[in-house]
């Protein structure tokens, strides 16, 4: 697997070779993949598609006495497969290669780099997603939209760069660290 530490994604191999970039998860999706998982566990994945549909009087079979597999799993699967692919394929292209146990990674990776680290020192102080959002908001240039595109480690990363911001400004402001002025600001803008 090849990991891309700058655009935050995983690249998969399916059965032919062909490579598949998984990314992390959009704020805008968390729901659908939060209800996902709650629902589903990848360990049982082949468990979930063999499945039948049961009615109050068993398995339900179609008018040729066949049993109906078509429980929802499937269509669910692809649907957070496509989230994790960023919907750079579509359903048809996925529908040609996938496989138990490529979904099964997959998910897998989708999950682990859309892990948010917990902060409890926030939540002691009882931060609300609704005030961190107006902080975003109020010091960056960015809209409402823009943060919910924002992808889980790419908020990590700017709350950090605001964090850091934060206490390079309380340090000035303490006078533990002067100012840049003249051709030493230069340079530390030139980088």
């Known amino acids: 697997m090849d990991e891309n530490t700058i655009s935050m994604y995983k690249t998969v191999k399916d059965r032919?070779?062909?490579?598949?970039?998984?990314f992390s998860v959009r704020f805008k999706d968390v729901q659908t993949?939060?209800?996902?998982?709650e629902k589903y566990s990848p360990e049982y994945f082949t468990q979930y598609l063999l499945a039948p549909v049961f009615d109050e009087e068993g398995v339900v079979k179609d008018k040729d006495g066949n049993i109906d597999y078509g429980n929802g799993f499937y269509e669910d699967l692809?649907?957070?497969?496509?989230?994790?692919?960023?919907?750079?394929?579509?359903?048809?292209?996925?529908d040609e290669w996938l496989d138990m146990t490529l979904a099964r990674e997959i998910i897998y990776v989708f999950l682990?780099?859309?892990?948010?680290?917990?902060d409890t020192e926030n939540d002691k102080k009882g931060a609300s997603w609704d005030r961190l959002f107006a902080s975003i908001v109020s010091n960056t240039s960015m809209t409402m939209e823009d943060i919910g595109n924002l992808r889980v480690n790419q908020l990590e990363g700017l709350l950090n760069g605001i964090n850091e911001n934060a206490e390079e400004m309380d340090r000035e402001l303490k006078g533990e660290k002067k100012p840049l002025q003249g051709d030493d600001a230069i340079r530390a803008l030139m980088g």
């Open 16 to 22: 032919n070779g062909k490579k598949h970039k998984v």
């Open 33 to 37: 993949v939060t209800s996902f998982t």
């Open 78 to 94: 692809v649907e957070v497969i496509l989230l994790a692919l960023d919907n750079r394929e579509t359903r048809e292209q996925v």
């Open 112 to 118: 682990d780099l859309s892990t948010m680290k917990k």
